[in-house]
């Protein structure tokens, strides 16, 4: 059965009590030069750092105790595994994660942290699915896809709930676009709460499988994407690509020079840190690429892990 807002609503239920409610803030700067009024839903400031704590709880928390006594598997270049790794802990169940060998190091750290037992693997999206199928075959974990389980997606959705539960109505809504998990929750719950919300999603140049794909009429699943958004480099899964074709009210490709301005941008102006893949969804109301006067627009940040270790370094402090 496909998924629907309903089921957003009864994510929400089953992880309330595991998750942060994160803040929705506002940039008086921003709104002046779109002549907008622009809120930005912070997962920056979401356990684990990222929206994806929130699929990977529900999707936990929704196993049968036979399931997790086996113990939960996925691959991810970070900000998902840092998520099911925790979500584990959280409910005693032992996580397996696949990460790639460009995984940001702050990433794999964390993920080590939590707890989870890691394995790299080659940075392409094949050499992910073939090592996570052979830890499969031999540890019998339950595989829980970082985007495309109905489990995850729906958890996810839960962070437009509550923007708009907090806001109220809007007129547009913008979040990045990497495995489409995010979006396609965003989109579930936003057509359901407000049928005429304008549903936008974000992607960058260097990893445009979704409007490429959009465009030709099928998934494109085996690419090497080069994007400074380390996030989104994951193609969109089965069930995302018909949530997206069918309900996306538009697609935005952002052009990766655009991508570390914005980032700059909001940790001067708003002073929050967010990674390459939340200043995405944020690069179009710096470049103009939106028509934005008079809107009300919410604008998800999916997350705030950020290596910092090069720029220290840069600063040659003892220490």
């Known amino acids: 059965m496909t998924p629907s807002g309903h089921d957003v609503l009864r994510a929400r239920e089953r992880i309330a009590d595991l998750i942060h409610r994160t803040p929705a803030l506002t940039c008086s700067t921003l709104d002046r030069m779109t002549g907008a009024s622009v809120v930005f839903k912070c997962e920056n400031f979401q356990k684990t750092g990222s929206f994806k704590f929130r699929g ?14 086996r113990g939960v598997l996925t691959h991810s270049s970070g900000n998902y595994a840092q998520a099911l790794a925790l979500a584990a802990q959280i409910h005693h169940v032992l996580a397996y994660v696949v990460m790639p060998e460009t995984a ?21 999206h094949q050499g992910r699915h073939d090592t996570a199928e052979r830890i499969r075959k031999e540890a019998g974990a339950v595989f829980l896809d970082s985007h495309d389980d109905p489990r995850v997606f729906t958890g996810q959705g839960t962070a437009c709930l509550e923007l708009i539960e907090e806001v109220g109505e809007l007129d547009l809504i913008l979040a990045p676009v990497g495995g489409g ?39 494109i699943v085996d690419f090497t994407p080069t994007t400074i958004a380390d996030g989104l480099r994951t193609p ?33 102006r708003m002073k929050i840190v967010i990674e390459p893949s939340s200043a995405v969804a944020v690069a179009p109301l710096l470049s103009g690429a939106l028509e934005t006067k008079g809107q009300r627009i919410g604008v998800i940040l999916s997350g705030g892990n950020v290596d910092l270790s090069a720029f220290f370094r840069s600063l040659n402090i003892p220490h």
Request: overall charge negative.
């Open 236 to 268: 969109l899964g089965e069930n995302t690509f018909e949530i997206i074709r069918q309900r996306i009210d538009d697609l935005i490709v952002i052009p990766e020079d655009e991508i570390l301005p914005a980032m700059q941008f909001i940790w001067e």
């Open 104 to 124: 940001p190091d702050v990433k794999v750290q964390a993920t080590a942290g939590y707890g989870a037992q890691i394995t790299l693997c080659p940075p392409t």
């Open 56 to 69: 990977a709880c529900n999707a936990v928390a929704s196993l049968e105790p036979e399931e997790r006594s």
């Open 181 to 219: 998990g995010l979006i396609s929750g965003t989109l579930l719950v936003a057509k359901h709460l407000i049928p005429g919300v304008r549903v936008i999603g974000c992607e960058p140049t260097g990893a445009d499988d979704a409007a490429r794909g959009l465009a030709r009429g099928e998934r």
